[in-house]
């Protein structure tokens, strides 16, 4: 994939082929402590069964998507492959986000401090969330680069991927109302319709 000068200043940080017009994505892989075996799936469990436990991590609209696993054996694809089972387990995480992958972790660090120790607490060498330098080296060096990414709408911001969703049933119930409208009701309707759905555009 080639990344032209504009793409890279807004992913600034960030692997050239972790990044596809305004998306990027993030892969970590880390190694766990035996304890993380018990502490970690304890607290995803808590997150599923708490309503409202990732509201923090809903708040930042820039991201489109965050997934934590944990892996206890490479992924088997048949022969000449051998069956691996990890001799530790290991914390997986991705991500798709917008923007440059500094301002990425740093919202990580300072709006998810306590969720960041309890994903990646158990794994070795985490500093803590804060300060967010020691967080981001840590990220580097634990994270591995996409062999191949792909972004739908590689343009659009996951807000304006939300604006244009909300918008489009209001825009084609508009659409419909305006073959009987006169130019002085559209008029009217239009300005109506701008102010309402200045959010999303």
């Not at 343009?155 to 508009?174: R, S, V, Y």
């Not at 659409?175 to 002085?184: G, I, L, Q, S, V």
Request: glycine share 8%.
């Amino acid at each position: 994939m080639t990344i032209s000068p504009a793409r890279g200043r807004r992913a600034a940080g960030a692997k050239d082929r972790d990044v596809d017009g305004q998306a990027v994505a993030l892969t970590v892989f880390s190694t766990m402590r035996w304890w993380g075996r018990i502490e970690l799936p304890l607290f995803m469990l808590y997150l599923r069964l708490r309503t409202g436990s990732l509201g923090d991590l809903r708040k930042l609209a820039f991201i489109h998507a965050a997934r934590w696993s944990i892996v206890y054996r490479m992924p088997y694809n048949g022969p000449p492959q051998r069956r691996r089972r990890l001799s530790y387990p290991h914390v997986f995480f991705e991500s798709n986000f917008n923007g440059g992958w500094e301002e990425y972790i740093d919202a990580f660090s300072y709006v998810l401090q306590t969720g960041m120790w309890a994903f990646w607490g158990s794994s070795y060498g985490f500093p803590g969330a804060l300060p967010a330098g020691p967080f981001k080296e840590y990220i580097r060096h634990n994270e591995a680069e996409a062999s191949h990414y792909y972004s739908a709408y590689p343009e659009a911001t996951a807000t304006m991927a939300l604006g244009a969703l909300e918008m489009a049933p209001k825009l084609a119930d508009l659409c419909k109302r305006a073959e009987t409208m006169t130019p002085e009701q559209f008029d009217e309707a239009w300005s109506e319709f701008l102010t309402k759905m200045q959010h999303c555009l």
